[in-house]
């Protein structure tokens, strides 16, 4: 801890209020400010810090350049649609709004840069320049220069700035081919379980809070780091008073293991969990969960579309005949078949088939007749809407457009049990 | 093909559904003395069914809504909460899960009704949008913010946005491109003015007793069919600006809740506080509106069971949509007060009455007519029966009395109904439907007291317990008593009175029971314990069988069929089929053809008929021919559809053509064994080429690359 408090050039206080917000990252702290250098000194053109997700990056750059005041931009790719926004916003804070509005239509990188050298020098940078790029991994899908670019801005405006891209990706997943400027690079590891229960609550006691943080990464350590969802977790678990700590464990353990399975799934949401909390001294039925609901109404004939469509997507069509045809033959699945064709269809996944063999199944099951009406293939696209079915083939291709089915065995199955049709005695893979 | 048949489809219900109504009826063919009296009667019955099922779906919808509401109220106002778990819980966007169902033409309806709400009641900041505008995430945004904001957000204009900013005193972090931080600059300018009392748009919400910021909603209509890539970076987005702008979102979902976790992975949906809200199934939904609507005397207008049947089968097969439910029943009022002249006469009895008076004698004749009327006549003694053919205003009097009847049938109708319904609903295997619907049915269809359903569902009752049957009967009196018709009042006092004696027996059981019918029946039964051989035991059963049957009834049997035969007698009575009545045509729609044509269209099976018989719709003389030949005079088309019907699955372009020269030789009339006849000229060949084209655009063949000079005939073309 006291090394970050010793930095050249930054007021300790502030150092000191920086260090008490950053619990658990003062060494990465540390070694940022240190490779930033003094306010006035140029410091490494980019830097790039990987880390998991929420393993303090953003918050950490946040807290540093808010408290120790420094010229700032924070920006999220997410949000730039396109690269016109993030131009804006870095000429925005760095230069305010009518820097901004020098800004072409749809600007350029050059552009830019021409609009940053202006005012550059008009009002030179006196202190380093931040521009940091949250969730800089989407910005390999950004335009080809614009990374390189980014990397070595401070040669291209010529100003004391340095941009620091944050990202949740190792920096060889980043390296264009063309080749670029390296960043320096940088690490932020997981939360350690220790950091984790260093935690504050506002009216418990430390000592009562950390042990109980410890208990439940007992539970959930296993399953999820993400320090995020372990603070969701503890806000809904921790509902006892300092009082009870004599409850034991064993009380505490099936509390737990039940927020496992709804919380952390965010099965249900935060507030139906205290409300479930409060009700469970009355013992009411538990809120089911979202994935609980899975059951679907559909039409009658959607339901055998649907079970045709699923018909057509694992069964191969060579086979057609012997489902649906009365006098098909003796056909037997071993020499029947192609050699690729022996694995089972639901590892392959649904493969695509034809309107036309769609409907000459569906007609083949149904078992009233049914006339080719206008409203059965309203059907077929409303089930493609629902994403029961997808359209494989492009939306523009009219005649013989291809689908796939895109529903599980269960859901098949708990459908054509609603209208009585073994669908299992059709299935190709279960002969 | 689908899509094309789709926009086919849906151009065609607009134009059947709605045509304007007045045009319609200028060119009405049947009756044209009355059609403006006729037009204003349909006109009025259609506005006041419209503003019936409107208030019945905002009942119905009331539920949800409401809850919705109170969640949106709910998370406004905890966001200003300073304790611990609301403010980690802040960092949240609130969201309603709300599902719908699969019946997406009707959730229109149930968003408009939300969002009117949600601005009347607690913000005006309300934001719906489709998939179908938001392809990429810009649009989604541009949409959001366009609807948000109530301006047109380009990047064409960005001056004139910044101007905008300027006045409202926007701070200084203000983007002019449409991202969010321009709808967060605007809300701190629209909510910093509002608090300064200046008179703006802002209604202002009765739960913001203080200064709480109502908050931004946006409902997603139809997540399925939004791209998944596309909501999780404008959910990623509107979180980092949750802390400044109290977003909210309301996700549309027609299949399953489920498809929440398909589409959002978890680092997107723990973002979320997603509370679920279930809506009315649509069946029960159809149920009440068939309940308020269709099972009511209060509309003249009705369907009879055929296209009742045809609506019903529309709903459960094909949409399970509720509004097309209500338009098809448009369709059908509009269709019969525009074919049926004498529908002038359905309408309010004192209406009715009145416009009997004014008919005039084409109509009097087209009653005489009329089956019922036919029907009624030859019950009449000879005299009378020569009058009511003669004798115009003896007719109009017996008229006014057969109108009477008519609505008073009606009136005894539906509680009969209900109370039947009410019985037989709960026993088991339904034997006369579930729903109050298929009950209904059955009663349009036929005497239901013929049938077997019928009987057997009279069987059950007669064996049911005392408590059920009470608790049943007593059911049926709540549906008799409000209702004011002298038949079922007496009917009600003679339900009171069975009830009543149903209660004495009670106050007589309390008394100990003859021991005798107990030692009957008891003692085979200790004897079938003993017995082992199957043949002795079927003879004790039987044995017991006989001496049931036979033995005294108890006064609690006694009881019971005495009030099975009542129910019996009002069914009877009361319940006999539409078309036994006097004049029901007037009333009842009875051309089912119609509704499924226009409802239920069948691109396939007309242009196949188009092809194989052009009489149907050219009407030209020289194309009548006998069932299944095509004349040779028909156009191109037909002549090559008819050829092509008769080769396999691939078809010899060559031989088609030759086949297709020779018909054509013939209808020109060349002398067979000639030398042109069944050459191929250029002219002939241009009109078979244009043909084969033709029959490849409406999808009957297609080129293939199996063979050369071939094409593939396509099993589903045409559709």
Redesign the interface.
């Known amino acids: 801890m006291s090394a970050l408090v010793q930095h050249p050039g930054y007021d300790e206080e502030r150092l000191q209020r920086v260090c008490g917000q950053l619990p658990c990252r003062d060494v990465q702290a540390g070694m940022l400010l240190s490779l930033m250098g003094q306010p006035h000194q140029y410091s490494f053109p980019s830097i790039f810090i990987y880390g998991h997700r929420s393993s303090g990056k953003s918050h950490v750059m946040h807290v540093l350049l808010k408290e120790l005041e420094l010229p700032h931009a924070m920006v999220s790719c997410v949000e730039c649609l396109s690269v016109a926004v993030l131009f804006e916003q870095v000429l925005l804070s760095f230069f305010g709004c009518d820097a901004a509005s020098l800004l072409p239509r749809s600007p350029s990188l050059s552009d830019f840069v021409r609009v940053y050298r202006q005012q550059r020098s008009q009002r030179p940078a006196e202190q380093t320049r931040y521009i940091v790029m949250e969730k800089a991994e989407l910005l390999r899908d950004a335009d080809a220069n614009l990374l390189p670019a980014l990397l070595r801005l401070q040669e291209l405006v010529e100003d004391n700035v340095t941009v620091i891209l944050l990202s949740e990706i190792v920096w060889d997943k980043f390296r264009p081919n063309t080749g670029c400027f390296e960043p320096l690079q940088l690490h932020f590891p997981d939360y350690s379980k220790a950091g984790v229960s260093q935690d504050k609550h506002p009216s418990h006691s430390a000592e009562f809070y950390s042990s109980y943080i410890n208990i439940l990464l007992g539970v959930f350590y296993s399953v999820c780091r993400d320090l995020r969802e372990l603070r969701h977790l503890v806000r809904h678990t921790l509902t006892m008073k300092e009082t009870d700590t004599h409850k034991l464990w064993r009380n505490i353990e099936p509390h737990l293991k039940k927020a496992m399975r709804t919380v952390y799934l965010r099965e249900v949401s935060s507030l139906q969990w205290e409300q479930m909390q409060q009700m469970e001294e009355k013992d009411t039925g538990a809120v089911r969960g979202l994935s609980a609901h899975t059951h679907v109404e559909l039409p009658y004939y959607s339901k055998f579309l649907l079970i045709a469509a699923y018909l057509a997507s694992y069964n191969p069509a060579r086979t057609d005949k012997r489902f649906f045809l009365k006098h098909h033959g003796k056909i037997r699945k071993t020499n029947f078949l192609k050699k690729n064709e022996k694995t089972s269809n639901h590892l392959l996944g649904p493969k695509p088939f034809p309107l036309d063999r769609l409907l000459a199944i569906f007609y083949s099951v149904v078992d009233s007749r049914v006339a080719p009406t206008a409203s059965i293939f309203s059907q077929i696209s409303s089930l493609v809407t629902l994403q029961l079915l997808t359209q494989v083939s492009h939306d523009d291709q009219l005649d013989a457009p291809k689908y796939k089915c895109a529903v599980s065995m269960d859901f098949i199955c708990a459908i054509s049990r609603t209208v009585n049709f073994e669908i299992v005695q059709y299935l190709y893979d279960f002969l | 093909?689908?899509?094309?048949?789709?926009t086919?489809?849906s151009r065609f219900f607009v134009c059947c559904l709605f045509f304007s109504a007045e045009d319609h009826f200028l060119h009405a063919c049947e009756g044209d003395e009355n059609r403006e009296l006729r037009f204003h009667l349909c006109h009025d019955l259609w506005d006041k069914i419209k503003t019936n099922t409107e208030a019945l779906q905002d009942e119905l919808n009331r539920n949800i809504l409401d809850s919705l509401l109170d969640f949106t109220r709910?998370c406004s106002s905890?966001r200003r909460h300073s304790d611990?778990?609301s403010q980690?819980?802040a960092s949240?966007i609130?969201?309603a899960?709300l599902?719908l169902?699969?019946n997406?033409p009707d959730h229109d309806m149930t968003f408009k009704s939300l969002s009117d709400l949600l601005q009347q009641s607690v913000t005006p900041h309300v934001a719906s949008v489709q998939a179908k505008e938001c392809g990429a995430?810009?649009h989604l945004?541009k949409r959001v913010l366009e609807r948000l904001m109530d301006t047109v957000v380009d990047?064409d204009d960005?001056?004139e946005e910044?101007e905008e900013a300027e006045q409202a005193g926007a701070p200084?972090?203000?983007?002019?491109?449409?991202?969010?931080?321009t709808l967060c600059a605007w809300y701190n300018a629209k909510t910093k003015k509002s608090n300064l009392g200046t008179p703006g748009k802002k209604r202002s919400s009765p739960a913001s007793d203080d200064s709480q910021p109502p908050p931004v909603v946006i409902i997603f209509k139809?997540l399925?069919?939004f791209n998944p890539k596309v909501l999780q970076?404008f959910i990623?987005?509107c979180s980092?600006y949750v802390q400044r702008l109290p977003l909210m979102f309301i996700f549309g979902i027609?299949?399953?809740?489920?498809?929440?976790?398909?589409m959002l992975p978890?680092?997107v949906?723990?973002l979320?506080?997603?509370?679920?809200f279930?809506s009315l199934?649509?069946?029960q939904h159809l149920a009440t509106v068939i309940d308020k609507l269709i099972l009511t005397p209060q509309f003249p207008f009705k369907l009879n069971g055929k296209v009742m049947q045809v609506l019903i089968s529309?709903?459960?097969?094909?949409?399970?949509s509720v509004r097309n439910f209500i338009k098809g029943i448009q369709l059908a009022l509009l269709e019969h007060f525009h074919s049926q002249p004498l529908s002038v006469l359905c309408c309010k009895k004192e209406a009715a009455l009145l416009n009997v008076m004014q008919l005039g004698h084409l109509d009097l004749e087209r009653i005489r007519k009329l089956q019922s009327f036919k029907r009624y006549v030859e019950k009449q003694e000879a005299q009378e029966q020569v009058n009511l053919f003669t004798d115009d205003s003896h007719l109009k009097g017996v008229c006014q009395k057969l109108i009477k009847d008519l609505r008073k049938y009606h009136k005894n109708y539906y509680p009969i109904l209900r109370c039947l319904h009410t019985l037989t609903s709960s026993l088991p295997r339904y034997p006369l439907g579930k729903q109050i619907r298929e009950l209904h049915l059955i009663c349009l269809e036929k005497n239901i007291w013929e049938n077997e359903e019928y009987q057997s569902a009279m069987k059950l009752l007669k064996m049911m317990a005392k408590d059920q049957l009470i608790g049943l009967l007593q059911r049926c009196e709540e549906i008799l008593r409000p209702v004011k018709s002298k038949k079922m009042n007496r009917a009600l006092v003679q339900l009171e009175d069975l009830l009543a004696k149903f209660k004495q027996l009670d106050t007589v059981a309390a008394e100990p029971p003859p021991p005798s019918v107990e030692d009957r029946i008891t003692s085979p039964v200790k004897d079938l314990q003993k017995k082992t051989d199957l043949f002795q035991l079927q003879k004790a059963l039987l044995e017991m069988n006989e001496s049931r049957r036979s033995k005294k009834l108890s006064p609690f049997e006694a009881l019971r069929n005495e009030a099975l035969e009542f129910i019996d007698s009002l069914v009877k009575s009361h319940l006999s089929p539409p078309e036994s009545q006097a004049l029901n045509e007037v009333c009842y729609y009875a051309s089912s053809a119609t509704v499924r044509r226009h409802l239920?269209?069948?691109?396939?099976?007309s242009i196949q008929a188009a092809l194989s018989s052009p009489y149907y719709y050219l009407q030209n003389e020289r194309l009548q021919t006998a069932d299944g030949l095509v004349s040779n005079a028909a156009p191109d088309i037909c002549i090559v559809y008819k050829l092509h019907l008769e080769c396999g699955r691939l078809i010899n372009l060559y031989d088609w053509l030759e086949a297709y020269a020779t018909v054509v030789s013939a209808a020109e009339g060349d002398e067979p064994g000639s030398d042109s006849f069944g050459k191929v000229d250029d002219v002939r060949h241009a009109r078979f080429i244009r043909a084969v084209s033709e029959l490849e655009f409406l999808?009957f063949i297609?080129s293939t690359k199996q063979k050369t000079d071939h094409v593939a005939r396509?099993?589903?073309g045409g559709?």
């Open positions: 093909m689908t899509s094309g048949v789709l086919w489809h709910k905890t611990w778990a980690m819980r949240e609130p969201t899960a599902v169902g699969v997406v995430l810009k945004m990047d960005d001056e910044e200084l972090n203000k983007a002019v491109h449409c991202s969010l931080g139809d399925e069919a970076d990623l987005i980092r027609a299949t399953s809740p489920s498809t929440i976790q398909h978890h680092s949906s723990s979320l506080c997603i509370e679920l279930q199934s649509c069946t529309i709903f459960l097969y094909h949409d399970f239920n269209a069948a691109p396939r099976t999808g297609k396509l099993s589903w559709c």
